[in-house]
Structure formats: structure tokens, C-alpha cells
């Protein structure tokens, strides 16, 4: 990279593409990061994406979505397939909450080339993961990765709609769950292409298949719609991945024949669009609003004297003035 | 109500201030809602608040929030105060992620007077709950409500946000937390003003003790500054609730004395401020781009013909033009 400036986007994006790990590190803190240079990265990135496939995992906090995302790409390099993660849950292990062994069986992959994992940060600005996340995993397909795994945990709001925009979303539950109040069933449940039980050599987990298959009977399907299979996975000895590996390509192929991925994309690039809009709108707020009058504005509604929405009209009249 | 406009925000604020809880219901379904009728109670509510004190509960999922909340509640209500609800949590029994047992208890307080309980919808619009958390907030102090109560899940951007917004904020934990990776503890850590162990009587308590005693020996304290307390409780036995709400008091009255709590309030009324800017700017792109360049763009890039940000330039071209 000698001679080039470290940060400039375009020389970036030539090494990550001819394999230059760092580079890609490097592009996707451009992308967490925003502003000029993060929307130089998704225009350039934006033609050569494409062929990359998005798979969403998600589930309540110590489900093992780590182990099975684990096993998982354990599954796809025995095929020979390359697989690239997001991580974006503050208990994943990917994400820094590790226990020891978890992190010592992550670094397997770690040094392998085929395998790249990311973390990507869970706190910060409003809506920068929900912006933030498709231009990473945008990146991540402009420079070669076919098999994106998005990891995200199943509770809050922003978490489950991000998991709920992969091309095919597995949902990761454990024996007992049915009965517990720990999960957003009800979330969960809408974005579930694909159920898992995991942890299933432990008792209840037929009682927990019965649970799903009930509340997928209460579902309406049409006759050609895909009604998400329910696997049973031990993720911690890869029982079963290979099953939820089938499923997901059954999955991504009736997706495909159905028109349902491109319907699904297309949802997802105009939700995208109106988070850039926001952002946008956002910069140019901070660009137009810096002035004495916005100042004193600010001082009225901080010290309560000033209600926020009629802050916002004057400023917004004062911009148009 | 017979004889005004349902939705009228001025006839309902003055009905909900006389004691009318479907009117205060009403409100808070028209500032979830959003819009121009949530802007306009927002304003009406503005000069009316200000006497409420907000008590933010958070932790990770089947920590006990909802029994200690709905124990903390039999607590103020015996000490003859009055107390509102609002839990954003979706795996509290008050948002319905209930087993029967809790719905029950729950039902106790509500059919209380003195008790004001409601659930804010987790999904939907980004950034919806973040603003429409505070002014539902500021709603219930403008109605008379003098303590707020706001439970919200420990996990999740959003939602740890939310929590730490409070005047005082409750970090819930259980024994054994300290050896899972199932809480975003790094994030909670930072929240907290005062900590509960809550199903103290389980194996384990002690050592949880120890932990949250040596993080927060890491964490640095001005000699002045509020260290945040370790309490024990038993909330299904209404154990240690006295010494939660001793401990809410003692918070309280640091924070006023040191100025703390009215710097936090500025810090919140000024996010508040960019929210609402953004909400506005939202609704303004909203009604800019309704002609026919837009609805070209936008398919543009639905079709992956166009980047969004690209999309979003051209648009505020056509804005500025």
C-alpha cells in the first residue's frame, strides 16, 4: 500500500478484491465509520456486488448461534465454499462477550483464508448498524465472498429486523424455549425461514418441535409458499449441520425459482434508500444548523424552555428563509 | 367524550389530567402512532411536565424485571405513591410475552387507580421507540404521574439506550451472570446507577457480588461521584424491594445535589432534539419526493440500477434546484 493514501478508497477496494485481507478490514471500519468516505465505499462497491448470498441467524442470547455459525462454516469449507461473517451481537463470542474456549475455537478459522469474520459494533448512533450492515455485507460480495453469514442476536428491535433482511434467515432456538418468556417469539417467528433447534440431545426438545409446528399450523401458507422446515442441530459436536446446510439451499432455490428473493431484495433496497435519505438529511441538518440562531435554539430546548418540535420548525424555517 | 373529535390531543389531555386513563391510553397510542397529532401532544405536554422522576429497569432476558417491577410497584404503592409502567421489553409478561402466572399478578396492579401500566410496541419504524419513548415519558408526567417506570430488555442497541436514559437506571442480574456470555455487560456496566442481583437466594449470588464488585473497583470514581450500589432481591418473595427503592432515593438525591441529574437531563433533551430532527426531515423528504423523478429514482435503485447514495444526490439535487 506504499504510496497510496492509507484511506483512500478505491486503492482499498483494488487490494481487497485481489485478496488483501487488511484492505477489506480497513473498508469495512470506512463502512462502520459513515460519512464521505463510507458512501465512496458503497458507490464503488455497489456494481460489483451481486452474486453474494446473505444467510441471517438469529436467536435468543445463549442459544449457540455462535457454535452453529462455527459448525457451519466448518460445513462450507469441507465443500470447499468460502463463507464470510458478520457478527453483531453483543453475546457472540465473534463480538468480544467470549469465553475462552469459544474465542480458541474461532480462531481456527481465523487463520484459515477461506473464512473471513467480522464484528461489527452493537452500540453507537441510531440506526448505524441498520445502515451500516448492508453496506458491509455489500463489501463483503464486492470483493469475492459468495456465503455471508449475518449473526445477530434475537432481541431488540434494530437486531431482529437486521437478521430479518437475509436472503434466508435462520431462526435458532433451544429445548424448552416454547415454555420460556425469554424470546420475541413473535419476531422471531415472522422472519424464520429456517427453525433450528439447538442443543437438542437435551430433554424437551420434542416437546419444543411440537410448540413450533403449532404455531406454524396457526401461519397462513399459501400452496406454494415455503413453510420453514424445523432441524435439530448439536452445534457443539456439528450434529445436524449438515441438514440446516440442505435446508438453506432448498431454501435459496425455491426463493429463487419463486421470485421471492428478488421481491425480498427489492423490499430491502428501498428500505435501504430511505436510511441513506435519513442519513443524508441527518449531515446536512449538522451542515445548515451550526449558526448562532440554531445555537440559541438548542440552548432553549436543553435548559426546557423550548419544546423539541417547535425547535425543529423554527429551524426549519429559518433554513428555508 | 361525546361531542369532540376522538382524536382531539387538547380535549383528551384535559380528560387524562382529570383522571381518564382510556384518554392518557389514547394519547399514548397517537405519540406511538407518530405524526403531526403525536407532535401536537408532544407540544401540549411540554410546559405541563417536569415533576416526574424516571426509573429505567433493564437486564437480560428472564432476569426477573417484570416480578420486580410489579414488586417494586406493591412497594410505592404501600408507601401510598402512585407509579406508571411503560415496558419495552418484548419478553416482559406486560407486553405479552407472558406465561400465565405473571399476567396474573400483573392484572393485581391493574385494575389499581394508583397504578398506570402500558406496553410500547419493540417493532416498527427505526428509531421509533427512541423517540417515542421519551415523549410517552414526558405524557405520563404531564398527566400527574409522578413515578415512571421503564423496563426494557437489556439487549439490543435500542434498548439499552432507552434504559440508560432514565434519571435512575436499575441494572438487573442473577447469580452465575458473571460466567455467561448472555448479557451485553460491557454495555450495562456503563448504564448503571444502582445494581440488583435479583434471584439472590439461588447458588452463586456471592460470587456475583464479587464480580460487579471488582468491575466496578476498575471503573473510576471521583470521590464525589455516586458508586453505584450492589443490592440483593428475591422479587418473586418481594425481598430487598425496600432496599431497591432506598437505594432509587439515595441515587436521587446525590443526583440532584451534585447537578448530575440536570446534566443528564440536558444530555437527553439535546438527543431528543436530534431525533426530532430527524423525524422532521424524514417527513419533509416524505412530502419532496412524491413527483415523478423521485418514483424513477427509487425504482432505479429497487431494480439495482442505481447505488443509494447516488439516488439520494440526485434527489437533493432536484430538492435544491
Known amino acids: 500500500m506504499s504510496g497510496r493514501r492509507r484511506d483512500d478508497p478505491h486503492a482499498l477496494l483494488e487490494a481487497a478484491r485481489g485478496g488483501d485481507r487488511s484492505a477489506t478490514a480497513r473498508l469495512l471500519s470506512l463502512i462502520e465509520r459513515g460519512g464521505p468516505e463510507a458512501r465512496e465505499v458503497g458507490r464503488l462497491a455497489y456494481p460489483l456486488?451481486?452474486?453474494g448470498y446473505t444467510i441471517g441467524l438469529t436467536g435468543a442470547p445463549g442459544a449457540g448461534k455462535s457454535t452453529l455459525t462455527s459448525a457451519l462454516i466448518g460445513h462450507l469449507r469441507a465443500l470447499d465454499l468460502e463463507v464470510a461473517v458478520l457478527a453483531i451481537d453483543p453475546s457472540s463470542p465473534f463480538t468480544g462477550g467470549a469465553i475462552l474456549g469459544d474465542r480458541v475455537r474461532m480462531q481456527d478459522h481465523a487463520v484459515d483464508p477461506g473464512v473471513f469474520i467480522r464484528s461489527m459494533a452493537t452500540r453507537g448512533h441510531l440506526g448505524g448498524l441498520s445502515l451500516a450492515t448492508p453496506e458491509a455485507v455489500r463489501l463483503l460480495d464486492a470483493v469475492g465472498k459468495r456465503w455471508?453469514?449475518?449473526e445477530t442476536v434475537g432481541v431488540g428491535q434494530v437486531e431482529v429486523e437486521i437478521a430479518g433482511k437475509a436472503d434466508t434467515t435462520v431462526v435458532v432456538v433451544n429445548p424448552g424455549w416454547g415454555?420460556?418468556?425469554q424470546a420475541n417469539k413473535a419476531g422471531l417467528m415472522e422472519v424464520a425461514d429456517?427453525?433450528?433447534i439447538n442443543k437438542a440431545d437435551r430433554s424437551g426438545a420434542d416437546q419444543t418441535r411440537r410448540d413450533l409446528e403449532q404455531m406454524l399450523e396457526l401461519s397462513e401458507f399459501?400452496?406454494?409458499?415455503?413453510?420453514p422446515p424445523i432441524l435439530a442441530t448439536v452445534a457443539t459436536g456439528s450434529e445436524g449441520v449438515g441438514d440446516?446446510?440442505?435446508a438453506i439451499i432448498a431454501h435459496r432455490t425455491h426463493a429463487e425459482a419463486s421470485g421471492e428473493l428478488e421481491r425480498r431484495r427489492s423490499v430491502r433496497r428501498r428500505l435501504e434508500l430511505s436510511e441513506v435519505i435519513v442519513e443524508r438529511l441527518r449531515e446536512r441538518a449538522r451542515d445548515l444548523c451550526t449558526g448562532e440562531r440554531w445555537e440559541q435554539i438548542t440552548d432553549e430546548v436543553i435548559t426546557n424552555r423550548l419544546d423539541p418540535w417547535s425547535a425543529v420548525d423554527q429551524m426549519l424555517d429559518a433554513i428555508d428563509a
Open 222 to 227: 399459501g400452496s406454494d409458499a415455503w413453510r
Open 244 to 246: 440446516l446446510w440442505d
Open 148 to 150: 455471508l453469514v449475518v
Open 49 to 51: 456486488s451481486g452474486q
Open 194 to 196: 429456517v427453525f433450528v
Open 179 to 181: 415454555d420460556s418468556v
